[in-house]
């Protein structure tokens, strides 16, 4: 979700975005079953562009998902007080949301097709004379070799070996939800509210303080993170599972795999997984645990261990054939997911005021919101970044398994131990 405020000209909007879409096709596709095999299939039309009013504190409103079997990966909301569809000219603050099914995008790419639609918006009033960043949708075919040659692939395979010992781990480990329950979604009402987001911004003080923390303590801002969701989940569970299971906490981190050779990419899904696994009674507020998260995710970058996740799925879908029984929703796989997409629409090459990206003279780019997907068993999944100087972490949450103000309660505490008050 990019929030603007200023005047919004829908029309010019809705131009730029049938321009980017050119660059980005997987946008419009759909997915069709051939011969039991599940296939791109472009749908050749933009997507409707719905209007919708503002919800109480800017929330994101009500949405039912994304069934790629029967409608393109893309839908666009723009959310503003003025809900009138023959009303093109929108003042105040209009929040315009993006939902992308993650198969065809992940948050990189999404960034990246907002950016060529702002760019778009921008050139189309003559705002200003930006230039039309390169895209080659014909590269999308090899987007499976992520920017290397097989021979280069094959090279990776020494520097695997911990990986391989890894994902072996990861199948043998037994991964604890965060709750106990397990929703039924079978349910003739659903109770569950989707899209269920909490967001939080940091003031420019709150974003130091982080900085400082993670500094002091000799980790990344992205360790400072992972500690702190381990601590939550730790600390959430000792207040509200009487009836805890044995086993381990498990964070899965998105790894971007993109090399200068995808630069040229249009938006699509090029990111792997990697995993940390700890015992709910060895997570301790002490530098020996923030070394350790510290050193493992150094190892992970150093091996260039994201390629195990790929590597195992190659493995995994040679010898079962498909990924069907992986995914079986029966078992829980992640207890949470942590992503940190860094900083944002820092390279859109617009003009900023106070850091802000400006797309007009009476527009202005003043927030973002990423939420990535959560699949069943996995509570939540929180997203970090940084945008005009200052950070902003979203939690997306199950409320089939979590009430609102018992995600809010983690929140908070992600966000008091990272950025404590000085």
């Not at 303080?209 to 993670?214: C, S």
Request: with cysteine; proline share 6%; aromatic share 8%.
């Amino acid at each position: 979700m990019i929030k603007l405020r200023g005047q919004l000209d829908v029309s010019v909007f809705e131009s730029a975005l049938s321009e980017a879409l050119d660059n980005h096709p997987l946008l419009t596709c759909s997915v069709t079953e051939m011969n039991s095999q599940f296939c791109w299939q472009n749908t050749g039309k933009m997507p409707v562009v719905i209007r919708k009013p503002l919800e109480e504190g800017h929330r994101f409103p009500a949405a039912k998902g994304i069934d790629l079997l029967r409608e393109p990966s893309l839908k666009v909301t723009i959310c503003n007080e003025n809900t009138d569809p023959a009303e093109t000219q929108l003042d105040g603050q209009t929040n315009i949301i993006f939902e992308i099914h993650h198969s065809a995008s992940d948050a990189a790419g999404a960034i990246r097709f907002i950016e060529d639609i702002l760019r778009g918006y921008a050139k189309q009033i003559g705002f200003t004379c930006v230039q039309k960043t390169p895209v080659e949708p014909g590269l999308l075919v090899h987007r499976g070799t992520f920017g290397r040659k097989p021979r280069t692939i094959l090279q990776t395979l020494p520097k695997q070996f911990w990986g391989l010992f890894r994902a072996w781990t990861f199948l043998l480990n037994r991964v604890v939800p965060l709750t106990s329950g397990k929703p039924d979604r079978n349910a003739p009402t659903p109770v569950a509210d989707y899209p269920a987001i909490l967001h939080r911004d940091f003031t420019a003080t709150e974003t130091q303080n982080v900085l400082l923390k993670a500094k002091r303590l000799g980790i990344t801002i992205n360790d400072l993170f992972l500690c702190a969701a381990f601590f939550a989940m730790k600390n959430w569970q000792e207040q509200h599972i009487s009836d805890k299971k044995k086993g381990n906490f498990r964070i899965a981190v998105p790894t971007n795999l993109r090399t200068p050779a995808d630069d040229l990419m249009p938006a699509a899904n090029i990111v792997s997984m990697v995993f940390l696994d700890r015992k709910p009674e060895k997570i301790q507020d002490l530098p020996s645990f923030h070394q350790g998260i510290y050193r493992e995710m150094q190892h992970i970058k150093r091996c260039d261990l994201g390629w195990a996740f790929i590597h195992g799925l190659t493995a995994y879908r040679c010898v079962f054939g498909s990924f069907r029984k992986m995914i079986q929703q029966d078992r829980c796989w992640t207890t949470v997911t942590v992503s940190n997409l860094g900083r944002v629409f820092a390279d859109v090459s617009l003009p900023t005021r106070e850091g802000r990206v400006q797309i007009s003279e009476s527009l202005t780019l003043i927030g973002v919101e990423t939420s990535p997907p959560i699949r069943p068993w996995t509570a939540l999944g929180i997203s970090v970044m940084t945008y005009a100087g200052c950070m902003a972490i979203n939690l997306h949450y199950d409320s089939a398994l979590l009430a609102r103000f018992d995600a809010q309660s983690i929140l908070d505490s992600i966000t008091n131990y990272v950025a404590p008050p000085l």
